[in-house]
């Protein structure tokens, strides 16, 4: 399972949505209470965990994410 907290802008999302393109994944959103950020919940299967380790490598270069 995969945790972001980005500003509620749709681009980061889209960004964050590419990086697992051609993963087996579900993803849920929600919007913050203000509306200012949304959360990102991503159940993505994957085969080791240097795969789990390269995706956070990625994600971590997207300006603006928060990674939990």
């Known amino acids: 399972l995969y ?3 980005v500003t509620n802008d749709q681009s980061k999302v889209t960004d964050i949505y590419r990086v697992f393109d051609g993963i087996k994944f579900t993803m849920t959103n929600r919007d913050s209470k203000n509306g200012k950020y949304t959360s990102i919940s991503i159940n993505a299967f994957v085969l080791d ?3 789990v380790i390269k ?3 990625i994600v971590g270069k997207i300006p603006g994410v928060i990674m939990l």
Do not use: E, L, S, W
């Open 3 to 5: 945790k972001f907290i």
């Open 49 to 51: 965990a240097d795969q």
């Open 55 to 57: 995706i956070y490598q």
